[in-house]
């Protein structure tokens, strides 16, 4: 059954390409006028708009850089005064800047830490008035078994993913005398542009962990991240949902 979000704001972060750009065509199709952020690709956050509008939905595009405060308020701002109010937050904002631990510069670890974590930190206290005054307030982060497991060559995007978990519980008990839920999502191995860059070697062996056996599509996440945000999911706060063909298990 699709979700009904009529009627109701969504600010997807970093929605471009990938898994925000999913998230943002389902929102989108389940109603839901969608805010597209975006830091450097304004071409294909465009695109992403003009397919919602094309299939008959509502879409903004926004620029902001989410790990700069002053840029992040400025985005919430935007988006109260261009449509009122806001009900729906997905942190997806994300980058990678891989290496081992012994030979990672400073800057590519803060750099990550910045975009993945406080980046949702900065967003989630900016949104967190207009969210308090919905009738229907969802947080959903948007984690990554890395920071469930771990992954050599990648302490400080496992770090951050692992802080949002944090973040997520605390913030769901910050929140929830006010009926807002705030929840994670961790995809595992999923179709994407960054996936689709490794050899069949790496590739083979990734799927050599997945007791399904196969990649899991963008689409398969975003629709964990549509029930979440809908009214079904009203009592579940606190969660973290690994969509990930059982490849961690706990």
Do not use: W
């Not at 975006?38 to 620029?63: C, L, M, P, W």
């Not at 990550?112 to 974590?117: A, E, G, K, S």
């Amino acid at each position: 059954m699709q979700p009904d979000l009529t009627n109701r704001v969504a600010l997807v972060t970093g929605a471009s390409r990938g898994i925000g750009r999913a998230i943002a065509l389902a929102l989108a199709a389940a109603g839901a006028r969608v805010v597209i952020n975006y830091r450097d690709r304004s071409d294909a956050a465009e695109q992403v708009a003009t397919e919602i509008r094309e299939a008959g939905g509502r879409a903004d595009v926004v620029q902001a850089d989410v790990a700069d405060r002053e840029s992040v308020d400025a985005l919430i701002k935007q988006i109260v005064a261009l449509g009122g109010g806001l009900d729906i937050l997905v942190n997806n904002a994300g980058i990678t800047r891989d290496g081992l631990v012994m030979r990672m510069k400073d800057d590519d670890f803060d750099a990550v830490i910045d975009t993945n974590l406080r980046g949702a930190f900065l967003c989630t206290r900016a949104a967190l008035r207009p969210l308090l005054k919905s009738a229907h307030g969802r947080i959903i982060n948007i984690s990554s078994v890395v920071g469930l497991a771990g992954n050599a060559g990648q302490a400080n995007y496992a770090a951050a993913k692992a802080g949002l978990l944090g973040f997520t519980r605390s913030m769901a008990r910050e929140v929830a005398s006010r009926q807002v839920t705030v929840n994670a999502v961790a995809p595992g191995f999923i179709d994407t542009d960054m996936t689709a860059s490794l050899n069949e070697a790496a590739r083979s062996a990734a799927l050599e962990s997945i007791p399904l056996r196969r990649c899991g599509s963008a689409a398969e996440v975003a629709a964990v991240v549509c029930f979440l945000a809908s009214d079904a999911a009203a009592y579940i706060t606190g969660q973290t949902i690994a969509v990930d063909g059982g490849m961690v298990m706990s």
